[in-house]
């Protein structure tokens, strides 16, 4: 296929928008729908195609039995305002066959406006940015081939960025699940006060883990390396029965101070071989009741500033934590979130990240609802 060239009318005008529109396809030829669809916006009236995005094959979204998508992004230059680009994009859709169902339904093409400079609208017709569009992948990952320092003008957060956040994978909002926000880290890392702030502009729970409750835990960081199964046993257990279904109903909102994911994490660290086999029983046992996350935060940075931080608050157990065992949290944290897929992530430095600035914090807490059913 051959992309239009604009003409110096077009690109010289002062009145005309870049656009990103997204095309999908799962009925009949789909690669052939594509580029007819294509075809068809490079001949509205003052629109220009000037950039296409490979074709992704994708898996559909909250509906089974369907074939697998074929996406793909374009990126147009147009004079004309987003209802009237709305309005054609709808024409073709009709053109090539589009029939209107239900949602999730399977179409034989589907056009959907992302981006149109830095506008912003909300309208009963008409949503832009695409209200779901940061956590779809293929649809990030078309605007990165584009343009990834283009900014999404709601989160201020370019394509590139925000397609970190979903290491590859495609999410969707979903109000039949707790709406749980994890925070985590290593010791010292900021993650309860962090918690705490989210809780309250959330006007939600704070979980926080169980580490004062903990009976065993200084003698285990005492050296009693006997006790180190009691101890982790304790976490799971308290664990579980703070994150369990029966507790967490769907499309309730917490925040906690930790990601379940680290228990079998810590556990490693600290068990033998022995004591560690049993709890993998325990652990097995008990994950399928646990509520996931649907967004988690990384705190990460600075391991002198997290030790620093650990010396202030002056907990008796924490005194024999080393600048080593801190860097070897750290790491084990980045191995766990490495390959991260079971929700979107979002990876905050410490050394740039101030939790005690509110304005931070409110623009923090804004960006993370946009990952949230209906908040």
């Known amino acids: 296929m051959i992309l239009a060239d604009i003409s110096n009318n077009i690109a010289n005008n002062s009145d005309t928008y870049w656009a990103f529109i997204g095309i999908g396809s799962n009925l009949g030829n789909c690669k052939d729908n594509i580029d007819k669809a294509v075809r068809m916006l490079g001949d509205i009236d003052d629109t220009f195609v000037t950039g296409m995005s490979s074709v992704y094959e994708t898996t559909p979204l909250g509906t089974t039995g369907q074939a697998n998508y074929f996406n793909a992004v374009v990126r147009v230059r147009t ?6 680009l709305y309005k054609q994009m709808a024409a073709i859709e009709d053109a090539l066959g589009r029939v209107r169902s239900e949602k999730w339904s399977a179409r034989t093409i589907d056009l959907d406006l992302l981006l149109y400079g830095d506008r912003i609208i909300d309208s009963p017709r008409l949503t832009v ?62 993650k309860t006060t962090l918690g705490n702030k989210l809780a ?74 022995e004591q560690f086999d049993r709890y993998q029983q325990q652990h097995s046992e008990i994950k399928k009741d646990i509520a996931g996350p649907v967004v988690v935060v990384h705190l990460h940075g600075n391991p002198n500033l997290v030790l620093k931080r650990i ?47 509110q304005a931070k ?14 908040q």
């Open 361 to 374: 914090v409110n623009s923090f807490a804004k960006e993370i609802k946009s990952y949230l059913w209906k």
């Open 129 to 190: 940015p695409h209200k779901q569009m940061h956590l779809r992948n293929f649809v990030l990952r078309g605007l990165c081939e584009l343009d990834g320092n283009t900014v999404h003008p709601l989160l201020g957060k370019t394509c590139k960025e925000l397609a970190d956040r979903l290491n590859g994978q495609d999410f969707i909002l979903d109000q039949n699940i707790p709406q749980l926000v994890c925070i985590a880290g290593v010791i010292g890392a900021g």
């Open 79 to 84: 004079t004309l305002e987003p209802s009237e």
């Open 311 to 357: 010396s202030k608050r002056n907990r008796p157990y924490e005194k024999g934590i080393t600048l080593e065992t801190i860097e070897s949290l750290a790491a084990d944290y980045d191995r766990l979130f490495e390959n991260w897929n079971q929700c979107p992530l979002f990876r905050v430095s410490i050394d740039e990240f101030d939790c005690m600035d």
């Open 200 to 273: 309250e502009l959330f006007r939600c729970d704070l979980i926080c883990e169980a580490y004062d409750t903990n009976p065993y835990l200084p003698k285990v960081y005492a050296g009693n390396t006997d006790l180190a199964i009691d101890s982790q046993l304790f976490f799971l257990n308290s664990r579980v029965e703070q994150l369990s279904l029966d507790k967490l109903s769907a499309g309730q909102l917490a925040v906690s101070d930790y990601v379940f994911a680290k228990d079998k994490l810590f556990a490693q660290r600290t068990l033998n071989a």
